[in-house]
T-cell receptor, first 117, second 113 residues
Framework: GAVVSQHPSRVICKSGTSVKIECRSL??????MFWYRQFPKQSLMLMAT?????????EQGVEKDKFLINHASLTLSTLTVTSAHPEDSSFYIC?????????????FGPGTRLTVL | GENVEQHPSTLSVQEGDSAVIKCTYSDSASNYFPWYKQELGKRPQLIIDIRSNVGEKKDQRIAVTLNKTAKHFSLHITETQPEDSAVYFC????????????FGQGTELSVKP
């Protein structure tokens, strides 16, 4: 149990285009999901907390108009990178907390490798 | 906000030796401390975690200790094996702040056969 999927696993796009990444909890409900970004040889940096039915909470320094988050159901959150540029190239990873759990364990998706040309 | 510092950034040990990675956190309200192993291009894999009401936890060759007073926690791997080679991350979380994880900088562990 507690499986999180991400789609696509890899995407290459031209500068200026928008890219949508999906994060799904396959066998549990997740009111709260998280989006991280990881540059090569660096740590995971929390971008935002995605809340089902309400606006996402963005970390300081993350542009909410550039990284659009939609958490429309208890099993799906999407991250849209708008007007992508080469500096947005990174490994994007989502995670989800199980609603019924009384602890903070998060289950991670496999990540999406974004390359902007 | 919470800040997590992790040391060392790289660690090289001989197979069979022990490895210790240390982290400190800044927010005394943090109450959940997981450790992750990440292989290149893969998702982080939870290897052990500890909650603030416990001082030590062990799972076979892996153990974690927590000192709430000093606000630091450590990962101990005994009898290291080449397959333990990876990047390890510590993290801290506050349950009443949505449970978001703040990660340390990572430690690249190399176990030489």
């Amino acid at each position: 149990g507690a499986v999180v999927s991400q789609h696509p696993s890899r995407v290459i796009c031209k500068s200026g285009t928008s890219v949508k990444i999906e994060c799904r909890s396959l066998d549990f409900q997740a009111t709260t999901m998280f989006w991280y970004r990881q540059f090569p040889k660096q740590s995971l940096m929390l971008m935002a907390t995605s809340n089902e039915g309400s606006k996402a909470t963005y970390e300081q320094g993350v542009e909410k108009d550039k990284f659009l988050i939609n958490h429309a159901s208890l099993t799906l959150s999407t991250l849209t990178v708008t007007s992508a540029h080469p500096e947005d190239s990174s490994f994007y990873i989502c995670s989800a907390r199980e609603d019924r759990a009384d602890y903070n364990e998060q289950f991670f998706g496999p990540g999406t490798r974004l390359t902007v040309l | 906000g919470e800040n997590v510092e992790q040391h060392p950034s790289t660690l090289s040990v001989q197979e069979g030796d022990s490895a210790v990675i240390k982290c400190t956190y800044s927010d005394s309200a943090s109450n959940y401390f997981p450790w992750y192993k990440q292989e290149l291009g893969k998702r982080p894999q939870l290897i052990i975690d500890i909650r603030s009401n416990v001082g030590e936890k062990k799972d076979q060759r892996i153990a974690v200790t927590l000192n709430k007073t000093a606000k630091h926690f450590s990962l101990h791997i005994t009898e290291t094996q080449p397959e333990d080679s990876a990047v390890y991350f510590c993290a801290a979380s506050i349950s009443n702040q949505g449970g978001k994880l703040i990660f340390g900088q990572g430690t690249e562990l190399s176990v030489k056969p």
